[in-house]
């Protein structure tokens, strides 16, 4: 199996002291079946425009072409559209793009939210969240709502305050992971729920 995450600066990571980011806690954490490998492709400061136009090419060439591959892709969106207002229609179809591209493609897709950031952003994250989440419904693509259990929580709130420009560090990389962990990733990958 190889498994590419495509996203932002939060797909490597930045901020996180152990340099693991949510990405390596949820590798860490999830018991694959056979060799597998998970490759984050994060570019720092990316919306969901660059995100749509780089995904296919970056990732093709990581996946294996060998008969019964098990090829997936998570797309994990960041909050760098609120950052250059883009509108929320064309996030909408940024993403919605990226998803008709894997269904014809057949590559299984699973979709992370970008979580809270700075007070004054988090209403239009929450809108960017909801439309991200509406997208990724209407295709039953499954979808992590990263912002909604975040906004208030404190260990998230600590983090985002003494981390580097509002960056989470390894409390708030856990919290994502564990919602990640919890929110439908073991049967995306077709493996049991280790909590079950």
């Not at 199996?1 to 490597?12: I, S």
């Not at 060998?66 to 229609?89: E, I, K, M, Q, W």
């Amino acid at each position: 199996m190889r498994v590419c995450v495509v996203g932002d600066e939060l797909v490597a990571g930045a901020g996180d002291a152990r340099g693991l980011g949510w990405t390596g806690r949820v590798a860490a954490r999830t018991r694959f079946d056979g060799v597998t490998v998970v490759m984050p492709l994060a570019i720092p400061g990316e919306g969901s425009s660059a995100l749509s136009q780089r995904w296919d090419a970056e990732t093709s060439r990581r996946f294996s072409t060998a008969p019964g591959a098990d090829n997936r892709l998570v797309v994990a969106l960041g909050r760098h559209d609120v950052d250059t207002d883009l509108s929320l229609a064309r996030s909408r179809l940024n993403l919605a793009n990226v998803l008709d591209v894997a269904e014809q493609r057949r590559l299984p897709t699973f979709v992370v939210g970008p979580p809270p950031g700075a007070p004054e952003q988090n209403g239009r994250l929450q809108e960017l969240s909801d439309a991200y989440a509406d997208v990724a419904s209407r295709r039953r693509v499954p979808y992590v709502d990263t912002f909604g259990p975040l906004v208030g929580h404190e260990q998230w709130l600590g983090d985002l305050a003494t981390g580097p420009t509002g960056m989470p560090g390894q409390a708030g990389y856990g919290l994502m992971a564990w919602l990640v962990l919890h929110t439908g990733w073991h049967a995306w990958l077709g493996l049991p729920d280790p909590a079950l």
